[in-house]
């Protein structure tokens, strides 16, 4: 699994620099070390939660640099931006030959995101034809509550909560 994770990576790399040159855009060390450190988690995260993880490690980078490297990310393709109800936004890695596409299911009480894998979505939805579009990938989200969420509410007695939604 880490030798995935380290080919993922270089393949990332390789893919920056590519977009980088065809942008003109300068190749800096600060945006290599976020495109690192995005690629080491391996679930989403937030911005401030990246910034952290890099200030651990000894990194500093400005938050608004933080913020343009991870948009150039997004725009080069290697990261997926995700905005899940009223929370802030959220990153992954884009699949990149090795992850397949999943399903979101966004919790509207605590804001927890869960991956799911549904193998049979995928063909699905790439084999539809839409007319005047080529789709070059998808993102779906499915909005509810969390079984944790929904244990505390019974907990709490509130009215409704006894059943599971349809």
């Known amino acids: 699994m ?22 003109k855009m ?3 060390p600060e945006r290599l070390a976020i495109l690192e450190k995005a690629y080491s988690t391996g679930k989403h995260f937030f911005a401030d939660e990246l910034y952290g993880i890099l200030e651990n490690d000894g990194y500093h980078v400005s938050r608004s640099t933080l913020y343009a490297s991870l948009q150039v990310l997004v725009d ?6 995700h905005q899940f109800g009223n929370q802030p936004a959220q990153y992954e890695r884009a699949t990149l030959g090795g992850k397949e596409p999943h399903l979101h299911l966004v919790c509207t009480s605590c ?3 869960r991956e799911q894998r ?13 007319p005047r579009f080529q789709p070059s990938h998808f993102s779906l ?7 944790r969420c929904q244990r505390k509410l019974r907990r709490q ?10």
């Open 26 to 28: 300068r190749r800096t």
């Open 2 to 23: 880490a030798e995935n994770n380290n080919d993922q990576l270089l393949q990332a790399k390789a893919r920056l620099a590519e977009f980088l040159k065809k942008q």
């Open 141 to 147: 989200y499915v909005y509810g509550i969390c079984s």
């Open 111 to 113: 804001g927890r995101v």
């Open 118 to 130: 549904e193998p049979a979505l995928p063909p699905e939805i790439t084999s539809h034809k839409f």
């Open 76 to 81: 080069a393709g290697l990261l997926l931006r």
């Open 157 to 166: 007695g509130t009215p409704g909560s006894a059943h599971k939604p349809s």
